[in-house]
C-alpha cells in the first residue's frame, strides 16, 4: 500500500495510506518515495502486476506444502532480491538523506526487502523437495 502510491491514482489510495506515506517520507527522509524515479516506478509496477499475485500463490503452496513451489519460489526470491541491490544503492550513495545515522535506518527499513526473498531462494535451492516426499505435487 506504501510504496504502490507511487503509480496508482491518487483516488484509489486511502487517506490513511497517504497521511502514512507523508509520515515515511518525512521521518526516515526516504528519497525513492517522494521523488519517485522512473526505474522505481518500473520496480513497483512489476510488484503489483507479478509479485503480488505470485504471493498469494507462494502462500497457497507453503500452507499446503506443494513442492512444485520450489522453482517459481526460487525465481520470486532471486528476482525481488535483485530489484532491492538498486534501491539499497541509492539510498546509500544518495546526497538527498541528511545524516549517515537516517541513511542507516532507512537502509535496514528497506533490508529485510532483499534478506526475506533472498532466503526463500536459497532454502528452496537446497532442496529438490522442499517440504519432502509427503509435500504435494512435483519437485
Given amino acids: 500500500m506504501m510504496d504502490s502510491q507511487a503509480i496508482l491514482p491518487s483516488w484509489v489510495v486511502p487517506g490513511f495510506a497517504k497521511a ?21 516506478k518500473a520496480f513497483i509496477l512489476f510488484e503489483l502486476v507479478v509479485q503480488l499475485p505470485f504471493f498469494v500463490v507462494g502462500l497457497y503452496a507453503f500452507y499446503k506444502q506443494c513442492n512444485w513451489i520450489r522453482i517459481p519460489g526460487i525465481a520470486y526470491g532471486v528476482h525481488t532480491a535483485t530489484t532491492l541491490i538498486p534501491v539499497l544503492a541509492e539510498i546509500l550513495y544518495t546526497e538527498d538523506i541528511p545524516s549517515g545515522g537516517a541513511r542507516l535506518k532507512l537502509f535496514l527499513i528497506y533490508l529485510p526487502y532483499l534478506a526475506i526473498p533472498l532466503m526463500i531462494a536459497v532454502l528452496l535451492a537446497m532442496e529438490e523437495k522442499p517440504f519432502g516426499k509427503k509435500g504435494v505435487g512435483g519437485g
Avoid at 24 to 38: K, S
Fill in 20 to 40: 502514512l506515506l507523508k509520515f515515511h517520507v518525512d521521518t526516515n527522509h526516504d528519497p525513492l518515495m517522494a521523488q519517485q524515479p522512473v526505474w522505481f
